[in-house]
Nanobody
Framework: VQLVESGGGLVQPGGSLRLSCAASGRTFSSYAMGWFRQAPGKEREFVAAINWSGVSTYYADSVKGRFTISRDNAKNTVYLQMNSLKPEDTAVYYC????????????????WGQGTQVTVSS
């Protein structure tokens, strides 16, 4: 599975962005997907995850109520809608895929995208 993120950029505090992650391959619907982020000088942290069907989702407490993860298996794409953005959301955002159930542990994901930069600043 190859993953390519897009949609990052510079946004003011309180603004919104939608990240996309396009996956190659015909078995996308077999994979759970996750979004992680890494700020300068910090470890990569879990943001959100979604199961293969899109019915079940899971969020880090820091983004709950502000971010929404979704997927379109017909388009082989997973999304991260980010609202009410804060400066502390500034990071490189990565999507990841793993076969089976979703997880909040980065080490359990086998496939990763190259990342997209999100900067929240006035």
């Amino acid at each position: 599975v190859q993953l390519v993120e897009s949609g990052g950029g510079l946004v003011q505090p309180g603004g919104s962005l939608r990240l996309s992650c396009a996956a190659s391959g015909r078995t996308f619907s077999s994979y759970a997907m996750g979004w992680f982020r890494q700020a300068p000088g910090k470890e990569r942290e879990f943001v959100a995850a979604i199961n293969w069907s899109g019915v079940s989702t899971y969020y880090a407490d820091s983004v709950k109520g502000r971010f929404t993860i979704s997927r379109d298996n017909a388009k082989n794409t997973v999304y991260l809608q980010m609202n009410s953005l804060k400066p502390e959301d500034t990071a490189v955002y990565y999507c990841a895929a793993r076969y089976g159930a979703y997880s909040s542990y980065a080490s359990e994901y086998a496939y990763w995208g190259q990342g997209t930069q999100v900067t929240v600043s006035s």
